[in-house]
């Protein structure tokens, strides 16, 4: 009888069944560090989710805050124009409706129930949509609206006849209009903005990481 023939013997069928119950124990085990792996990876996403969907929160309330609380300021309290109030009141209006349709259609207050995928490509669309609100909207009214109210400004003061001194006080107003301006806007930027877009860039890079593991446990 030929030797490749010969019936395993018992020995040996104790080896190969030992064996094969070690290959099974290690992939089970494989396949328990990939699910730990994977369930660590999902409970970051979903408290960077809820980071995500807080900011974006107390973002809606500061613009419905600014919308409906400076326009009144301005008009009633410092005496601006009519004109220059309801500019200011429709852009905040304007802003507080782009907020509301972010928040609507990339569903931001509930993402954890939408697939990993439509989630990634939401945070996508967020990134690109947030830069061109910063770029081509934000600015560009930043500097018509300050323009405008340091001209608004100086003609609601009392200066005094003096054209020397009346140029200094123009200059100091329109120098701390400025520099207001940057700071706010650099708080704005820092501590909301440039957080909210490395939150998302996380998120889309952790949904990645999730799909990975997926692919491999397949």
């Not at 409970?43 to 974006?56: G, I």
């Not at 996508?124 to 909207?137: A, H």
Request: charge should be neutral.
């Amino acid at each position: 009888m030929n030797e490749n023939n010969t019936p395993l013997s018992i020995q040996e069928s104790d080896e190969l069944a030992t064996m094969k119950m070690q290959l099974k124990s290690l992939q089970a085990e494989l396949d328990k560090q990939t699910t730990l792996r994977e369930d660590v990876f999902r409970r970051l996403l979903k408290k960077r989710t809820n980071s995500f969907k807080n900011r974006e929160l107390i973002s809606i309330f500061f613009v419905a805050l600014v919308a409906f609380g400076l326009p009144p300021y301005l008009y009633l309290g410092m005496h601006m124009s009519l004109a220059f109030t309801l500019f200011t009141g429709l852009f905040f209006t304007f802003g507080l409706f782009w907020e509301l349709v972010i928040w609507r259609r990339f569903k931001i207050g509930n993402m954890m129930s939408l697939d990993l995928i439509t989630t990634a490509k939401n945070m996508q669309r967020y990134r690109k949509l947030n830069k061109v609100w910063l770029n081509q909207i934000g600015t560009p009214f930043i500097i018509v609206w300050l323009t405008w109210y340091i001209l608004e400004l100086i003609q609601t003061l009392n200066l005094p006849d003096d054209g020397h001194l009346r140029m200094i006080i123009i200059l100091i107003f329109i120098g701390c209009s400025i520099v207001g301006a940057l700071v706010g806007g650099l708080i704005g930027y820092f501590s909301f903005y440039k957080p909210q877009m490395k939150l998302a860039q996380e998120m889309i890079e952790q949904i990645k990481d999730i799909e990975s593991f997926d692919e491999e446990a397949e």
